[in-house]
T-cell receptor
């Protein structure tokens, strides 16, 4: 069965520092990969997605992610975080070419130090 | 830009009461989903719906839950007799045929007291 692992429950970085949130997936077939962000009490906002092609994808708010098939990873990065980036980040996967559901990781809560 | 709309945004209900959460998926989308997120936890899949029937459901989706597409535009989730542990944010999502991503609504926060 497909699964998504986000090994870091909490991450704290200083404002202006770089960020990398880790995501590993387990799935036999080609996956579609997503990163969502959720502010407290709010809905899910899609940051970026990977379907095929260039393995480095750009998203909104200055985020990017890199798909590494050999490592089954899809890590999220941002070169310089802002206080407004403090939120919960969810990695998600869906099987490509199948009528399948999206599976979410447990999330990583990002804290920003001033 | 088309979006998935969920109503109400917040619902409070007494334990044992029936509750219906409503969703209007994006027009022309044919795949529909409900997810649940208990406060502070991950987003969990409940059920997927296609061609007027459930295509997949999780172990969470027991006999207390049901889904329906009553009129071709709405997609509802009914909880027959709510329990305290049903308190959560419920997200609806829809996807078009051949679409790669599902689009999520803003969620309904259900509080069972």
């Amino acid at each position: 069965a497909q699964s998504v692992t986000q090994p870091d429950i909490h991450i704290t970085v200083s404002e202006g520092a770089s960020l990398e949130l880790r995501c590993n997936y387990s799935y036999g077939a080609t996956p579609y990969l997503f990163w969502y962000v959720q502010s407290p009490g709010q809905g899910l906002q899609l940051l970026l997605k990977y379907f095929s092609g260039d393995t480095l994808v750009q998203g909104i708010k200055g985020f990017e992610a890199e798909f590494k098939r050999s490592q089954s990873s899809f890590n999220l990065r941002k070169p310089s975080v802002h206080w407004s980036d403090a939120a919960e980040y969810f990695c998600a996967v869906r099987a490509a070419n199948r009528d399948d559901k999206i599976i979410f990781g447990k999330g990583t809560r990002l804290h920003i130090l001033p | 830009e088309p979006e998935v709309t969920q109503t109400p945004s917040h619902q409070v209900t007494q334990m044992g009461q029936e509750v219906i959460l409503r969703c209007v998926p994006i027009s022309n989308h044919l795949y529909f989903y409900w997810y649940r997120q208990i406060l502070g936890q991950k987003v969990e899949f409940l059920v997927s719906f296609y061609n007027n029937e459930i295509s997949e459901k999780s172990e969470i989706f027991d006999d207390q839950f049901s889904v329906e597409r009553p009129d071709g535009s709405n997609f509802t989730l009914k909880i027959r007799s709510t329990k305290l542990e049903d308190s959560a944010m419920y997200f609806c999502a829809s996807r078009g045929t051949g679409g790669m991503e599902a689009f999520f609504g803003q969620g309904t926060r259900l509080t069972v007291v």
